[in-house]
Structure formats: C-alpha cells, structure tokens
C-alpha cells in the first residue's frame, strides 16, 4: 500500500462519514454495553478510537472517567462536541486524528476504547500497535465490531466487492469481527481476550425504509451508490440481505464486544 493512495483514502473516510450523525440514536446503547464490559471506572484515563458522534466518549465520562476522544472526521466531532455539551461533559477533550498515528506520548491512558471506529483504519497491525502503545502497562482495550456473518459485515462485504475505494491491502472491516482474526491481531501484546455479543435494534418500517437510512447515512455504502451510475443489482442483494434481519418492525444487528489487558 503506498503513501499516496493511503493518505487518499483516508481523506475519503474524512469526507465519507460526516454523514452518520443520525445513527447516534443507534449505537448509543452499544456504547453504554461497551463502556460496561469494558470496567470503565471513575477517574481512569480513557480513549475514544474514532469516537464519531461522542457516544462512547460521553458515556465514559459518565462513568467518572478523564475522557480523550479522537475522530477523523471534524464535522463528526463539532456533533460530538455538542453532544457533551448537551449532557453536561464539556470537560471531553475532543481531538481530530488518525488511528494509525495517535497523537499521544507512550502509556497515556488506562483504557482505550473503539466502537465501529477503528475497525475502519486500513492496516489493523498498524492501528493495534498505535492503541497498544498509549496504553499504561496493564491497560485495557475493548471495542466493537460487525461480525461477517451478520448484517453489517456482510453489508460491507457487498460494499467491498463492488466498489474501488479500499486501497490496495487494506483488510477487509468486516474481519474484525472474527474471534480467531482478533486473537491473531492482538497476539503478543495483550493477554487473551474476552468476548461478548449483543444486540443492536433499529426500529423500521419495512426493507426500503432501512436501505434508505443506511444509503443517506453510512459512509461507505452512502459514497457507493453516490458513485455508481447503476446500483439495481446491488440494492436487490441488500434489499434480500435486509429481509432476513427484519422481523416486528425492527433490524437485527449482532455485534462482538472484545477486551484485553495489555501485556
């Protein structure tokens, strides 16, 4: 992967995902699992790895913790800092940055935490070694990831497969939600980790109302069909994917907790 097609990219991701504000609603319970399984306590040093609209950032803060949060994406982050405000957290330092290049010195945090957000950083030994070495010895990480059995992981997988917009060797997002890949990515740097699945449920009214939410609103599919003069076939796949999560007016979404102590 070279430098130029690598930096890209992730002006691409900047200008892809200023989009995902509405799903707030969404993954705020995620986030709150998140911060649960992940032991957040008052006074510890957390990080958001691609905090997106501030919700996990938000409810670690909640939890007594001294909260950083990092995004890519500054139109995200003025959300996430209005999002704070609202709940009362304007003590968040909000940070826009690259997962693959933290902008903190060695062992800074006592938790670093990611939701859907580092999942989407290209190299994933770059971006695990970034969060492995701004942890404090014996510090956690734990994130959320689409399993690629599932809806979201087979959605972006449909992504993937009919669009140019990952470069040459970026891995596959929806791999982050495999036990096994995990447990290879983390190896020598964490202890073995801990998982746990849960539920994400979006209320909708039939397929087409959900495929229009996910079109308007998340990045990668959002830029696909922006992109493509002919997206018939590939809303027909996603439509059928749609209908097997859709069922009492609400769209199943499974993902992966994962937590680790570092080494």
Not at 45 to 56: E, F, I, M, N, P
Not at 162 to 168: E, I, K
Request: glycine share 8%.
């Amino acid at each position: 992967m070279d430098r130029a097609s690598l930096s890209e990219f992730k002006d691409r991701q900047r200008e892809m995902w200023a989009s995902f504000t509405p799903t707030t609603m969404f993954t705020t319970p995620v986030a709150g699992h998140l911060v649960t399984f992940a032991g957040v306590g008052a006074g510890e040093a957390v990080l958001d790895v691609g905090t997106g609209t501030g919700v996990v950032a938000i409810s670690a803060a909640r939890a007594g913790a001294r909260v950083t949060a990092l995004d890519l994406s500054p139109e995200l982050l003025e959300q996430a800092r209005e999002n704070g405000r609202i709940a009362q957290h304007e003590d968040i330092v909000w940070v826009e940055g690259d997962a693959e290049a933290l902008p903190y010195p060695d062992g800074t945090f006592d938790v670093v935490l990611s939701q859907f957000g580092h999942i989407f950083a290209p190299r994933p030994d770059v971006v695990i070694a970034e969060m492995r070495r701004v942890l404090a010895p014996n510090g956690r990480i734990a994130f959320a990831t689409w399993p690629p059995e599932h809806l979201m992981g087979r959605m972006f997988a449909l992504v993937a497969g009919n669009s140019a917009l990952p470069p040459s060797g970026a891995a596959p997002t929806e791999q982050w939600g495999d036990p096994a890949i995990i447990a290879d990515r983390l190896g020598a740097r964490f202890d073995a980790p801990c998982f746990e699945r849960g539920i994400m449920a979006v209320p909708s009214l039939s397929i087409n109302h959900y495929r229009l939410l996910i079109e308007s609103t998340v990045g990668p599919m959002h830029t696909l069909v922006e992109r493509l003069s002919t997206v018939g076939a590939i809303r027909a796949d996603y439509e059928a994917l749609i209908d097997l999560h859709l069922a009492g007016n609400i769209v199943r979404h499974d993902y992966l907790l994962t937590r680790a102590r570092a080494c």
